[in-house]
């Protein structure tokens, strides 16, 4: 019901830069957190960073400083920018968005309950 498409990963060497994107689409009626995942090889799935809707950020702290998190209520997107990369963070980067679609019954749409969509995830590899 809603979908979220990442772009923007790829391989980049270490102290290099990064731009993550995510559209989300489909039958949105509203739109609470939005975040970014990574999970790494043999690794747990990690929260890399979150916006709310009113643009408030949080990050782990293994990336305060170097990464940026944004957001566009307008569009329904959010991107990630990363700098001073390390090999450390080569992981697959997945968007998340907590989300509610609607049911339209004739003129009249109807908030459903809120879940979490997730992305189908990029990958990011850093070089050193």
């Known amino acids: 019901q809603i979908q979220l498409v990442e772009s923007g990963g790829g391989l980049v060497q270490a102290g290099g830069s990064l731009r993550l994107s995510c559209a989300a689409s489909g039958r949105i009626f509203s739109i609470a957190d939005m975040g970014w995942y990574r999970q790494g090889s043999g690794e747990e799935r990690e929260l890399v960073a979150s916006i709310s809707s009113g643009g408030v950020t949080t990050y782990a702290d293994s990336v305060k400083g170097r990464f940026t998190i944004s957001r566009d209520n307008t569009r329904n997107t959010i991107a990630l920018q990363m700098n001073s990369l390390k090999p450390e963070v080569t992981a697959v980067y997945y968007c998340?968005?907590?989300?509610?679609?609607?049911?339209?019954?004739?003129?009249?749409?109807?908030?459903?309950?809120?879940?979490?969509?997730w992305g189908q995830g990029t990958q990011v590899t850093v070089s050193s």
């Open positions: 998340t968005a907590d989300a509610s679609t609607y049911e339209r019954k004739g003129w009249t749409r109807y908030r459903q309950g809120f879940e979490l969509y």
